[in-house]
């Protein structure tokens, strides 16, 4: 038996937590490697599998169909006995049956036996459903499967399996790019969303909540040490010295081994076309080394200028990284919602900090009159998710580590 699996689902054949959760995006092969991995325990012993979402008004509404495709694909036919209501393996008498919960508590409750449950579309259940779910399912050993993209922080599996911390979870993000077999076609739908809603973007093709707050930010748990492998920095920059202005905020951000996202940041009073501002600026991104330093800036003659600007100051920084310009779509709030609110669980501000910069990210709220510092940690947030030199340099330190 040959099946190919991505690298982030092969701890499904290993664990034996109670309750696996994976989350993510469209593309990552979620439901094709779950599907798989039911397929290969099925041949394994007998064993009953409980496919469920909350809403089946069919049997078309369930993964019946994707399960029938894999077994046509491995050329399994002559092992399984097929209907239009269950699948059963002829020679173990595993049986895989589909059921929706909502409204439909007793008949959950009634099925005996279950080895394996596997959610489908889990965002979607309720705290009910999921309350009759989970004693239902009881037999020694038994795992319950969660598949699904996340919509609200407080859904209540996103909630309780994947923010809690708990020893019989096993918890697993994937995406699109841990995928080895993304098709074309997905990938041109997804630089389509990319390019026309960020928001849409991460919610669909990174697996972030979608979560639009008007209330304010509010302050953020702090570390002492910087220990991100690699960051990126963003610059939302100010043109004028006007007062009343915007100003020029700068902010870095990266990743460290723990998974939290580590953030800093500068706010100056004076533009970009200051040239001590520009020296304050080099002189601060030189203590994290960003890999890629983004401008943030609609015009592209003046941003090539400035580019050009810090490249000739760098001198003998250790800063020596890659300089871009980007333009920000035009919903200023829907993406810093999209990316500072909906990261924040997982976001550490540095101790030591300049106090007006986290002061400026704290007290941001939906129509506040300057929000330059924020604007410049979601542009950074926003790259560091999404740039390919960062994908790339991530991979590379990956394949080192083996």
Same mark, same amino acid.
Request: a negative charge.
């Given at each position: 038996m040959n099946i190919e699996v991505p690298e982030k689902l092969l701890p499904l054949y290993t664990t034996d937590k109670r309750f696996i959760v994976i989350g993510g995006g469209r593309g990552g092969a979620k439901s094709h490697g779950v599907g798989d991995f039911l397929l290969v325990q099925s041949h394994a012993r007998k064993s009953r599998f409980l496919c469920c979402r909350e809403v089946q008004n069919s049997i078309r509404d369930s993964v019946w169909q994707l399960l029938v495709e894999k077994i046509h694909r491995y050329e399994w036919e002559r092992?399984? +006995?097929?209907?239009?209501?269950?699948?059963?393996h002829k020679k173990t008498r595993s049986d895989f049956i589909f059921k929706g919960m909502y409204g439909n508590a007793q008949d959950i409750k009634s099925t005996e036996g279950i080895q394996y449950a596997w959610v489908e579309e889990a965002q979607s259940v309720s705290r009910k459903s999921l309350d009759i779910l989970t004693p239902t399912?009881?037999?020694?050993?038994?795992q319950i499967i969660f598949t699904y993209n996340p919509t609200l922080e407080d859904d209540?599996?996103?909630?309780?399996?994947?923010?809690a911390e708990r020893d019989d979870t096993l918890k697993i993000q994937i995406n699109w790019r841990d995928n080895p077999w993304f098709p074309d076609v997905l990938r041109s739908d997804m630089e389509y969303d990319k390019k026309i809603s960020m928001s849409k973007y991460l919610h669909v093709w990174e697996g972030h909540c979608e979560i639009f707050s008007d209330e304010m930010v509010g302050a953020f748990e702090?570390? +002492?040490v910087w220990d991100c492998q690699y960051c990126v920095a963003f610059i939302d920059p100010s043109f004028s010295d006007k007062n009343g202005t915007d100003r020029t905020a700068v902010s870095v951000v990266g990743v460290n081994k723990k998974g939290d996202i580590l953030f800093t940041g500068m706010t100056f009073q004076k533009s970009i076309a200051d040239a001590a501002t520009r020296v304050q600026i080099i002189d601060f991104l030189a203590q994290f080394t960003p890999i890629e330093s983004v401008i943030e800036s609609q015009l592209a003659d003046s941003s090539i200028f400035f580019i050009d600007a810090f490249k000739s100051?760098?001198?003998a920084r250790a800063i020596k990284n890659l300089w871009s310009y980007k333009g920000q779509f035009k919903n200023k709030h829907e993406r810093i919602a999209a990316t500072v609110y909906a990261n924040k669980p997982t976001m550490r501000i540095l101790n030591g900090t300049q106090q007006a910069y986290s002061?400026?990210?704290?007290?941001y709220y939906k129509g506040t009159k300057h929000e330059d510092e924020i604007d410049s940690l979601a542009g950074a947030l926003e790259h560091l998710a999404t740039s390919p030199i960062v994908a790339e340099y991530a991979a590379a330190i990956k394949v080192l580590k083996r």
């Open positions: 092992l399984f +006995d097929i209907t239009d209501k269950t699948i059963v399912v009881r037999n020694p050993g038994s209540p599996v996103h909630m309780d399996y994947m923010l702090t570390v +002492d100051m760098e001198g002061l400026g990210v704290s007290r």
